[in-house]
């Protein structure tokens, strides 16, 4: 499967795979991928700004890094060898021979297990009601679990025969499961339910059924007239309307016919012994459509009729019997109506797209739903009762111990690419697993079906298992956290301990385990579920603690091999190793903070629990006395007292931090060395040097450009992209001196970095353009950056501590020059730069010992840097972004990705939003500002509503939420609660019972809550927790004074809350009647955090694969990149947010490279994907509608292509309203295709709101706003309303002219476009003139009007969507290639490239195409 070996290394330079080099124990860089926080690219846009809004972002900074057509390729493959084992995929053809059926034909591939073949034959149309029978091959029956490789005389064109056999109890249950599976097959309620995780899609609706025949099928581009291009009145620009409905519109398919009335499992069950010995093994109970009311029996040799009525038992066959190995049969014969709709709805469900059915890896909740009728289901009436504990489809025996297969899975081999993929794919099924049954524990726990483990103790104090899993309450219980915050402290643990889980399991050192994790939110609870530790039950805590302390650290242990274990963490996690004191006053070495506990349990694996302090503290929120902050964090009103004590950095601030830093220390060390070399010239210096120290003096130019930065130093350059996709530059030499940091953006110096600076950057936003194409975030250990000198690749610290970049520090000077630096950035070590933090600085209760005291200074010291580095770089950095663009969060959650990308904590959004708001550019950052302000209310209605759930009683759970909403949203004043109905109030309350089930309280106090009292409740909440000031009393002021939609705000709420409410129209403005009803509220969903396990080499092609489509290697980028999709789908299975980004990546690349068909194919099933995995209306689904639209276009669908724009319009509208600066390139795109199909007024409308929200968001002088007016301008052409038009494209002129010359094409096309323009409306004029001068008798010219071509508005559709294509003559070729083979030898002679002219990366084909950025 591997395709390319040997451009996987040179296009990721930290891919190190010299693993020989590691010392023993290390793993690796490019083994794991570290957990990034969220998936890559669930960030609304930033994920496609490289590749569809021409975020040219990405371009500068790999275009170094094209190693000149792959010249140093030949150094890496030897190290590949054992890395890369070419996977074979020949897949060949075996004929299958069922029962009743034609043998067919089917592709199967050698690493499949025979249980794959029985999975696609319960899926096809003409065996999926088959599940009971065996594969034979030549009399010899298979076995499920062998590889297909490993069958003896299995071969293309063997023959498999499909062999019936006989049943079991098990066999007979999980048939008639599975039949009813195939009869709701279309049935959406799972997916509103939110249960096997099933999840909604709506795309067929508007493409009607699959895009791939459609396409074929249609006439191309002749049947325009018949287009209905007009949308719904609220879709069109300047609509006021909101609706809510036609965020799920209704699908056809989803009435499927009835097929049976009633099947369930008959009260007769089990079948008593002497029908157990006649081979009965159940019974059956149906109602067919046409009425008939009949009792079948299960038996070993398949199903019949009995003569069982509903009140007499009579097991013997009917006459006739029907006696069928599978249900359907039997009901075929029976019932007519089952037969001819049962055919039917298989057909359907085949025909539709797997992407609509397949399950996705964890549940997506939907928060709106429409009334769905309850049916009778046996199934999940059985499912509800018997909790399905004992009944895991694969797996024989009990309940599943899910810390042995947590621990195992991590266990295996990992030695190659195929162990690789299967450990990974083990490790990922087992915990989307564990995911979901913690979540239904949880649940279980929380509605009190789970019997506690002290059930005399209260109930906040409770413990329970349940399926082998520990769930405990997120309160402050034995007050174990009372020092820290009380129930606070004890709220925000688990999500720390959760985020200390991820970067343990991200590091995956052999030897060390943590616990699977899921932290649940659910009715106002927080859940902590866990895997248990073998043995911990049994024994107290104390004696089983072996290493760190159990009592925030009065008592203190430590442990060799766990401090051996940590000790290969404590570098990417930069922990330092560090001593405390014990009660004993004695010294104990650590490597971690002292609350994480090391446990040996019973099956000798060395456990760690307990990471909430993996990460330093944040000492913003710590105010500590004595301890003075820096001016910057001080100047922003920090330290601030926090609701607990446990607020700490997040690991992505860490990594930013130290690669701030590590960019000083290099310029520290280089500026030092250049000037003692200045000192000493000689002419030794200057002929062993390649690149003289002049050469890199400019390599340190302070500007705001990355663009001009890259091409500043076009030396030979390497970029190196680490993990977190920021391009770090490092120039080298062959007789490295020092290497000097080439385009770095100018850093201020560590004194003191003024928050005024905006424009300095430090590295990470440099790069923040570069986070684009890959959104992922792995927080791997290659912060420390790699230098090249023409070999391998080695990262600096490591070289140096191994001792091979000796040679400069031979010399004293030089030695001391990088002691300076070291000392000045903070570092741990005298001789190479390597930070680290103390995560037991100020905890109380900590003691160090007297020794340690400097350092412990300096340790203090670095903490008080990275606090005000978040607030003087980060943030500032963060809104940059947004400015240029780069960053486009759409609604909350993309917003709190855009912050956690960066490091920053949601805690500070009023700090994010106070520096936006004095911003001088505040107008161009006002939709940022508007998403923050609905944030932080929402965020503080959340804190709000947890703590009121947490007092109602579950009688009257809908009655309350649809009471806080109705506070929360309604403009109705005085909202009152409509308490349950009497008659179902118990009037004898027996106190002491009630308050067993968490939710006990006293039943009404919700009732009270009004709305002025929660609007009250949320400003000081806003004010308490985020210091930011809210001017509102109720929901009106805030929709008038911040611009917020009540819609925005009712989904925001619902989702992060878990409410999930009714799909209808909501008046909320209405003062006369409150807008919720309790019947409005349908479900409460749990709101779950999990650990995302990551597919490492999947993500490393799919980064290389990135690399070289920046380069412009488009076809290795496109074989790289399948080749990153099938090992994605190796791990992930089908469905996953990576896969996604993948595909649409694909189809971009497809789409530029001329195969349109294929292009349309990839992206459906991106957007699909984005549906079920992500939602139907997040960010990323709405980007994803688009670049569908245009492949449509662009396949001459132009009815789907603008059905698709309206359905991402709509949902724009609704996620974030329409002045948003994405919806200007939504609005264009629509504008074009109401152009192309000459709907001008319509088009006008469009466009015109587009070049209004360009100008507002660009700046009117920005090259998009001139491309706006072009638009517009060839639209009053079409219409003939010439001056108008020459309105608009004069404006455009003058744009290009200031911008970038009178000499630019773009000036000079849209010059000759005045000019035409100019000649039309003169022609024109005269043609009027005549009219009126001879009236009916004149002689009119024909006017030429043109109805714009299909191809003239595709090309205008790429330019806005960032994609242009350059001709290039065969001349151009030839001089290419001549020149890429000069700039090959003169790498190997070792020139410096200076004097070289070309400076882009350029791809060989006739066509170049860029993705580049209009503005």
Known sequence: MVSKTDDIQASVPNCNVNT?????????????????????????????????NGGGAHYHSEEESKQDGGGDTDGVEDSNEQEVIVIQDTGFTVKIQAPGTEPFDLQVSPQEMVQEIHQVLMDREDTCHRTCFSLQLDGNVLDNFAELKSIEGLQEGSLLKVVEEPYTVREARIHVRHIRDLLKSLDPSDAYNGVDCNSLSF????TDGDLGDSGKRKKKGSDLEQIDCTPPEHILPGSKERPLVPLQPQNKDWKPMQCLKVLTMSGWNPPPGNRKMHGDLMYLYMVTVEERHISITASTRGFYLNQS??????????????????????????????????????????????????????????????????????????????????????????????????????????????????RERAIFKVHSDFAAAATRGSMAVIDGNVMAINPGEETRMQMFIWNNIFFSLGFDVRDHYRELGGDAAAHAAPTNDLNGVRAYGAVDVEGLYTLGTVVVDYRGYRVTAQSIIPGILEREQEQSVIYGSIDFGKTVVSHGKYLELLERTSRPLKVQRHNVLNEKDESVELCSSVECKGIIGNDG????????????????????????????SVRQGFPRQHRHRLACLRQELIEAFVEHRYLLFMKMAALQLMQQKANKESKMATLTENNSPEAAVPALPSTENPDALAKSSETSTETLTDGKSNAVQIETTSTTDAPQPAATEATTTEAAPKAEQTTETNI?????????????????????????????????????????????????????????????????SNTSFDIRFNPDIFSPGVRFPEDSVDDIQKQKQLLKDAAAFLVSCQIPSLVKDCLDHSALPMDGATLTEALHQRGINVRYLGNVLEFVDKTPAKAQLEHFYRIGISELITRCAKHIFKTYLQGVELSALSAAVSHFLNCFLSSFPDAVAHLPADELVSRRKNRKRRNRVPGGGDNTAWASLTPSELWKNIVSEAQSYYNFTLHCENADQVVEKYGLQKITLLREISIKAGIQILIKEYNFDSRH???????????????????????????????????????????????????????????????HVEICACLRLLARLNYIMGDHHEAL???????????????????????????????????????TALKLLYRARYLMLMVCGEDHPEMALLDSNIGLVLHGVMEYDLSLRFLENALAINSKYHGPRSLKVALSHHLVARVYESKAEFRSALQHEKEGYTIYKNQVGEAHEKTKESSEYLKYLTQQAVALQRTMNEIYKNGS????????????????????????????????????????????????????????????TVDGPLELEDKIPMDVNVD
């Not at 290795?1116 to 190796?1130: D, S, T, W």
Request: charged share 20%; with cysteine; proline share 7%.
């Open 1161 to 1199: 194919s990839n992206q459906q099933k991106a957007v699909l994907m984005s549906e079920r995995v992500l939602g139907v209306e997040h960010p990323n689904t709405i980007q994803e509608y688009m670049h569908l639209a245009l492949y449509c276009f662009a396949n001459g669908q132009l009815s």
């Open 764 to 828: 990470p936003s440099a790069a923040a353009t570069t986070m684009t194409a890959s959104q992922a975030t792995p927080t791997e250990d290659n912060v420390v950056p790699t230098v090249t000198t023409n070999g391998p690749l080695v990262p600096v610290a490591t070289a140096i501590q191994n001792g091979e970049c000796e040679s400069p520090l031979d010399d004293p000077k030089s030695r001391e020059v990088v002691l300076n630096a070291c000392k000045a950035v903070g570092s741990i």
């Open 309 to 422: 009525t509903t009140y007499t038992f009579n097991p013997k066959p009917a006459n006739p019997s029907f006696l069928s190995h599978s249900l359907v049969e039997l009901l075929s014969q029976i019932s007519p109506a089952f037969k001819k709709n049962f055919t039917v709805l298989q057909k359907t469900r085949v025909q539709r797209h797997p992407f609509e059915r397949i399950a996705t890896p964890f549940q997506v909740y939907s928060w709106t739903a429409p009334q769905v009728d309850h049916t009778m289901d046996c199934v999940r009436a059985e499912d509800a009762y018997t909790s399905r504990l004992g009944y895991e489809e694969h797996i024989p025996g009990q309940t599943r111990d899910w810390n042995e297969e947590l621990q195992t899975t991590r266990e295996l081999a990992r030695k190659n690419l195929p162990e690789r993929l299967l």
């Open 1337 to 1396: 008798n004149a002689s009119i010219m024909p006017l030429k009007f043109t109805a714009p071509s299909m191809a003239s508005v595709l090309e205008q559709l790429n330019i806005i969507n960032g994609i242009i294509f350059i001709p290039l003559s065969q001349k151009d070729l030839e001089n290419l290639k001549a020149e890429v083979q000069r700039r090959q030898q003169l790498q190997e002679s070792g020139k410096s490239m200076e004097e070289l």
């Open 1073 to 1135: 009647k409150p807008a919720f009803t309790e019947e409005d509220i349908l479900n409460i969903f749990p709101v779950v955090k999990h650990v995302n396990p990551k597919a490492s080499d999947a993500f490393h092609f799919f980064q290389s694969g990135q690399a070289k489509v920046q380069q412009g290697y488009l076809k290795e980028g496109c074989e790289l990149i399948n080749e990153a999709l099938n090992l994605f789908n190796n791990v992930y299975g089908a469905m």
């Open 605 to 632: 694996r060395h456990y760690i629990l307990d990471l909430l302090r993996t990460f330093p503290p944040d000492l913003n929120f710590l105010p500590v006395e004595g301890e003075e902050l820096s001016p910057e």
């Open 20 to 52: 020989v080099d590691l010392a023993e124990g290390e793993t690796p860089d490019h083994q794991e991928t570290k957990a990034p926080n969220k998936d890559p690219c669930a960030c609304g846009h930033s994920a496609s700004t490289v590749v569809m």
């Open 203 to 206: 795309l067929s609706v508007f």
